[in-house]
């Protein structure tokens, strides 16, 4: 049985399968894929959104948000909010399902890996320079182009009947790629609460091997951040009456 919740849940948790899995393949030690570098994770996230919007569409969430930020950037273009809470949850949910699966599947090399924030790393953001109103607005940025983009990409101004059947995961991941190749430099672009937050629970709640604190101190920022950069995409895609 498919609906709306099941397909939010389940998109989110490959989302955050796909997505903190590469970093942790990139990132832990004896991992085939260590040291492969920036590129690598940027399309593995950009993948990782395509797999996690074709899982959601087919469980049943055409919305395919996967992400509270554009749950909420649309809500406020549409002023209808009913869907906001309910997706927060199991988006939520799915971000930690997702990173406790990215743990049992790198499950021998996490002691392996002495370096703690490379742990972190691969559950949650952390900034390149840590400053609080630039990693804010850093956020706020990011998550504007990617909520505003997406709204763009699916309006009636842009097709009527809107992208051909099956594109648009094609297309959004393709927008999550650009975002994180030209602005997830500062802050690594968490773009999205669910993928941060839900993933920093799992980092705190599992039995990691030597892992070191989840920086609670930072998590604000890339929960509040994103939420205002949907915000403020909402608010000029209804300004400009684009839906």
């Not at 690598?40 to 993948?47: D, E, K, Q, S």
């Not at 909010?81 to 743990?103: D, H, R, S």
Request: aromatic share 8%; hydrophobic share 50%.
């Amino acid at each position: 049985m498919t609906s709306p919740l099941l397909g939010e849940f389940l998109g989110t948790t490959i989302l955050v399968l796909l997505g903190d899995g590469v970093v942790a393949g990139v990132l832990l030690k004896r991992s085939k894929a260590e040291g492969s570098g920036w590129m690598v994770i940027t399309a593995g996230w950009a993948f990782g959104v395509m797999a996690g919007a074709f899982t959601a569409i087919a469980c049943g969430s055409n919305d395919a948000h996967l992400n509270p930020a554009v749950t909420l950037g649309f809500a406020v273009r549409d002023a209808s909010f009913a869907k906001f809470a309910p997706y927060l949850a199991v988006q939520m949910l799915g971000g930690i399902a997702g990173a406790t699966l990215v743990w049992l599947t790198y499950l021998l090399h996490w002691k392996e890996t002495p370096d703690v924030s490379a742990k972190l790393a691969c559950f949650c953001n952390a900034p390149a320079i840590r400053s609080v109103l630039p990693n804010l607005l850093t956020e706020i940025i990011a998550s504007f182009a990617l909520v505003f983009v997406a709204g763009a990409i699916f309006s009636k101004n842009v097709s009527t009947t809107g992208p051909a059947a099956g594109l648009g995961p094609y297309v959004v991941g393709s927008l999550v790629w650009g975002v994180g190749l030209s602005l997830g430099g500062p802050t690594g672009y968490a773009i999205n609460p669910a993928r941060d937050l839900g993933p920093r629970i799992a980092h705190a709640i599992l039995p990691i091997a030597g892992k070191g604190g989840s920086d609670w101190g930072y998590a604000p920022i890339p929960v509040i951040g994103p939420l205002l950069g949907g915000v403020l995409a909402g608010l000029l895609l209804r300004l400009l009456a684009i839906s």
